[in-house]
């Protein structure tokens, strides 16, 4: 038995630690994309429960409201009911409900929405663990190759 294997080492390929640590720095850049999506999301409920909340203090006679997310064009309307909106529940599916009901359901949407986070966050952490981990080892591997160039 060599001495390597007595010590209870494994020996891998640096080629391969480094494709690990290629697919490693892949996988944290998703997770960080799908954070920042969630926390978009996060901010579009937040702007959807400050216009509840301006309906129903102010009572407005005219809204100027988006046509799409950046604001190209707007609408001006007057609302027919103003202690009702459309709140979108999943899918491409919508419900007719009041201001508060409304409120609820943007809490129960941002909860899980909060909780996603909150669990893509964990690994995230742990893949940056696993990926500070992976380079230390190829740094290690590169300090004595380094090494024992210079004592030739």
């Known amino acids: 038995m060599s001495n390597k294997a007595q010590e209870g080492r494994i020996v891998v390929p640096l080629e391969s630690i480094i494709a690990e640590l290629n697919e490693v720095k892949k996988y944290i850049d998703t997770l960080q994309a799908h954070i920042d999506q969630i926390t978009s999301e996060l901010n579009e409920i937040n702007s959807s429960r400050n216009f509840l ?5 102010s009572k407005p006679k005219e809204l100027i409201i988006p046509t799409d997310r950046r ?3 707007l609408a001006k309307v007057q ?7 459309l ?7 919508y419900a007719e409900v009041n201001l ?3 409120s609820e359901i943007l809490t129960i949407i ?5 909780e996603g986070v909150r669990n893509l966050q964990q690994e ?4 940056l ?4 981990h992976l380079q230390n080892i190829v740094n290690q591997a590169l300090a004595k190759i380094q090494q024992a160039r210079t004592s030739r």
């Not at 941002?110 to 909060?114: N, P």
């Open 79 to 85: 609302p027919t009911d103003l202690e009702k909106v």
């Open 53 to 57: 909340s301006e309906l129903k203090t």
């Open 110 to 114: 941002e909860k899980d929405l909060k």
């Open 124 to 127: 995230l952490s742990r893949a």
């Open 87 to 93: 709140v979108h529940i999943g899918l491409d599916f």
């Open 71 to 73: 604001g190209y064009v």
């Open 129 to 132: 663990g696993y990926y500070q």
């Open 100 to 102: 508060e009901k409304a």
